[in-house]
């Protein structure tokens, strides 16, 4: 295989691998998978602010059931005491008066209690919600990825086999024509190699002045387009 024959093959394997990456893009499953990342991302952002949340609302209702247990403690040692022997007036006035305002801080406390319960209630069934959320984007990621795995099997073998292939004629070119194919493949999308039909490029298509074609038919047979800057292979094909 001449540098010629290389150079126009590699061109063409390169083409090719182009085009099967974007059979490989365009899949649907591709879209999908994008789709359930988004959403599993959106989800995992959402849960996180909902066990802030949770464990916000599980601390006010422990401090609040920590308080209420003990107004009732409280509430049980005056009785006790109330009930433990003879009081003067004055000491049953104050016991009275502290069962009393016990009794307050407990009906208060109860009160707050209700929408605190209630607004962790709605965190738990949020959290739940996003977790099963969470569990079902997993399952659909496995299943949409299987399905990209099984009906693109044959396309990725095709760019595994290319690839060997890319490999092995890279290897039949020189290292600088290599290096020059490879600035030239990113810079036109794969078309890097052009060859010269009379004075016409094959790519670019731009006619060359006689004085330019003069010169590039008495130079190497591999040079530069003077126009668009591609690879030019000056023979022309069968006469390499």
């Known amino acids: 295989m001449t540098q010629v024959d290389a150079l126009f093959r590699l061109q063409e394997l390169d083409l090719g691998l182009l085009k099967r990456a974007s059979v490989l893009a365009a899949m649907p499953q591709q879209a999908r998978l994008k789709t359930i990342d988004l959403a599993a991302k959106k989800v ?6 909902i066990v802030g949340q949770r464990k ?25 005491a109330a009930e ?34 209630e607004k962790l209630e709605k965190l738990q069934l949020a959290e739940r919600n996003a977790r099963l959320m969470q569990e079902r984007l997993q399952g659909e990621r496995a299943a949409t990825d299987a399905s990209l795995k ?24 020189g290292a600088d024509l290599l290096e020059r194919y490879e ?3 990113k810079r036109f999308k794969g078309l890097a ?16 002045q006689p004085s330019l074609f003069h010169d590039l038919s008495q130079g190497d047979e591999i040079t530069e387009c003077p ?12 006469q390499e």
Do not use: W
């Open 150 to 173: 099984e009906e693109s099997a044959s396309l990725r073998a095709e760019i595994v086999e290319l690839s060997r292939e890319r490999e092995q004629v890279a290897n039949r070119l």
């Open 56 to 80: 916000d609302a599980e601390t006010e209702v422990a401090d609040a059931e920590a308080a209420l247990s003990h107004y009732h403690e409280k509430t049980a040692e005056v009785r006790s």
């Open 227 to 238: 126009y668009c800057h591609r690879i030019l292979v000056t023979s022309e094909e069968g």
């Open 84 to 117: 433990g022997g003879e009081h003067t007036h004055r000491e049953v006035r104050s016991l009275e008066q502290q069962l009393t305002s016990l009794a307050k801080h407990i009906e208060k406390a109860e009160y707050s209690l209700v929408p605190l319960r």
């Open 183 to 185: 600035v030239a493949r």
């Open 193 to 208: 190699v052009e060859r010269l039909h009379g004075n016409v490029p094959s790519v670019c298509r731009v006619k060359l």
């Open 44 to 49: 995992a952002s959402e849960l996180k602010g």
